[in-house]
């Protein structure tokens, strides 16, 4: 039974959010700094197509699409989303405003839904994406496709969405949520490491999408050429309790030693979740030394750009960005 104590000390963290203004790890507007994108060179921003596996339950032909309740087992979608204007002028626009959006959703029958997934990125390198707490399907699409066409990425974009509330009182449903779909997220990742024509799969993951990210690839770490198959793995902001990122990280092997953690000290979303989780500190805020330890690269953030809660500059600023573009860089090379 939870005492009371420790009841008060959750409804005060909650509060905490509150006060904040916590947008959750959707971008909000007042946290963005004006990325000018490669629009015109980008392969998303000519086509911006995005590939989807996601564990939410179908809402309709209609948005959301996609809601926060739990699917009966893994999709596949294809998501039309808009790109941004050309020019400067116009590429400022959209990151201030949000302007992309998402224009249609095509969901795809098949008794495989991971096979069909993959199917479709045959050929190609993968950028794939998996959000964190306080998603909306949209909201994750967006972000998707916003870091993609900052990273000009030249090969196929996915998104790895899993049933966010989507509410700020939803913080315990979504780390259930997100380690419920741990068995898609495996089936995903299987189907594109046994598609022999795809290049590099590099993965993205932000605050608890990290949670989810590192318990697919403890639970494949021994899955025959994951090694081989895997690019960049990425985890901004990790929202991931610290012993359990130094219990998991050493048996990953060589996956390791391709991972760059982004972290800041002064991230105030990872100090409301390390309060809600009884003052365990959250890797994405954790003493640099203790993360290189481990073996992975480490980009601190303190001092770099503006943002109200410190917790998404991988998106929203320009240099955070290309953290994310040489760690990509790196595993091709």
């Known amino acids: 039974m939870t005492s009371p104590a420790r009841y008060a000390v959750s409804r005060r963290s909650f509060v905490a959010l509150f006060g904040l203004g916590l947008a959750g790890c959707a971008q909000s507007e007042a946290s963005v700094s004006p990325f000018i994108g490669p629009a015109d060179s980008s392969a998303f921003g000519k086509e911006p197509q995005l590939l989807v596996a996601t564990t939410r339950r179908p809402t309709g032909d209609r948005p959301p699409y996609f809601g926060s309740e739990r699917g009966s087992g893994l999709t596949f979608a294809e998501v039309r989303l808009s790109a941004p204007g050309r020019g400067v002028a116009a590429q400022v626009s959209s990151v201030v405003s949000g302007d992309w959006a998402v224009l249609g959703v095509t969901r795809r029958s098949a008794s495989d839904a991971a096979r069909a997934f993959s199917d479709a990125a045959t050929g190609r390198d993968v950028l794939l994406y998996v959000h964190g707490f306080n998603e909306t399907f949209e909201s994750a699409a967006r972000s998707a496709g916003q870091l993609s066409h900052a990273l000009a990425f030249e090969g196929r974009t996915a998104l790895f969405t899993w049933p966010s509330g989507g509410g700020l009182l939803a913080y315990a449903y979504d780390r259930e949520s997100a380690l419920w779909s741990r068995d898609g997220f495996v089936q995903t990742l299987k189907a594109l490491v046994a598609n022999p024509t795809i290049g590099r799969i590099n993965i993205v993951a932000h605050s ?100 109200l809660l410190r917790h998404d500059l991988f998106l929203s600023n320009s240099e955070v960005t290309q953290v994310v573009r040489r760690a990509i860089d790196r595993a091709r090379s």
Not at 241 to 253: H, K, M
Not at 259 to 285: E, H, N, Q
């Open 208 to 307: 608890m999408g990290s949670f989810l990210t590192l318990e697919g690839l403890r639970e494949l770490r021994d899955f025959e050429g994951l090694s081989d198959r895997i690019g960049a793995v990425v985890l901004a902001s990790p929202d991931v309790d610290i012993d359990a990122f130094e219990q998991t990280v050493p048996r990953l092997g060589p996956i390791a030693q391709r991972m760059t953690v982004i972290i800041d000290p002064g991230d105030k979303a990872l100090a409301v979740s390390s309060r809600i989780a009884g003052g365990v500190a959250r890797a994405g805020a954790a003493d640099r030394e203790r993360l290189e330890q481990l073996g992975v690269r480490v980009a601190d953030t303190a001092g770099r750009g503006w943002s």
